[in-house]
């Protein structure tokens, strides 16, 4: 069973920096691709930066120059540094690895971002 947990979640002001973690159970370059997810209330959870195993990155355009995803193999640890952050980037962040067919979830982190 693999385990993610997020940190690095919290309250800062707008234009202020964060970095979220996702600490894996397992072994992260064995996964096919690790991605991070945002939900803000009453709206559908939606892809924010995916790192796959070939090293690739992907980006939604909202965050495209702000956020940064990144890897550390020997911590089986992934990133999402985050700049420039906007009130509209308040949501909760989850980590996501993706095995073949399966999908596995963190239990996501709160980012509040002030005006």
């Known amino acids: 069973q693999v385990r993610l947990v997020e940190s690095g979640g919290g309250l800062v002001q707008a234009g202020g920096s964060l970095r979220l973690n996702c600490a894996a159970s397992?072994?992260?370059?064995?996964?096919?691709?690790m991605v991070w997810y945002r939900q803000a209330p009453g709206k559908q959870r939606e892809l924010v930066a995916a790192?796959?195993?070939?090293?690739?990155?992907n980006y939604a355009d909202s965050v495209k120059g702000r956020l940064t995803i990144s890897r550390a193999n020997a911590k089986n640890t992934v990133y999402l540094q985050m700049h420039s952050l906007k009130p509209e980037d308040k949501a909760v962040y989850y980590c996501?690895?993706?095995?073949?067919?399966?999908?596995?979830w963190g239990q996501g982190t709160q980012v509040t971002v002030s005006s």
């Open positions: 790192l796959t195993s070939t090293v690739s990155t």
């Open positions: 996501n690895a993706r095995m073949l067919t399966s999908h596995y």
């Open positions: 397992g072994t992260i370059v064995s996964f096919n691709a």
